[in-house]
């Protein structure tokens, strides 16, 4: 993990400067109320994937695009691509193997096993490096987790980046 000594001078001044918000999580979540092997899971990323048929995420969005990218679980992961607002963002491990970041091979696998029940039949993708996410609190995430929800998903991999 990096300290912020490793950062570039003018990031480490954002990062201490950056008046970030207290939201009342509770430690360990939500807790998962059946067994794993049994349990329905999506994925939802802050890695701006998407499929080459939808818009990207918009990068000039001044405070971060805070709209959402459904992902199907049938999706072939090297058709994805990468829209990042962050030039602090290094993408290079997630163009070389998009498990990094949206897992579905290793859930597929996993499924396969018996480990999990299922894979969700979507996944859900936002932009990372929100910094004002008022409308992403407010709205969108809130679209996302009750749709998730509807769907009778047990669980959700969350892959901040």
Known sequence: MARLSDLRFSYMLF???????Q???????????KPLREARIAVVTTAALYRPDQKPFDE????????WREIPASTDLCTL?????????????????KNVALPLDRLRELAAERQIGSLHD?????????????????VTAPE????LQGDGVDAVLLTPL
């Open 15 to 21: 990062m201490k400067a950056y008046p970030y918000r």
């Open 122 to 138: 979507r996944q859900f993708s936002f932009m990372g490096s929100i910094s004002t996410p008022s409308r992403l609190v407010r």
């Open 81 to 97: 691509r990468i829209a990042h607002k962050s030039d602090a963002f290094d993408d290079s491990g997630i163009v070389a193997d």
């Open 60 to 67: 000039t969005f001044r405070g971060g695009d805070f709209s």
């Open 23 to 33: 939201y009342g999580w509770r430690p360990g979540g939500a807790p998962l109320r």
């Open 144 to 147: 996302v987790a009750a749709a």
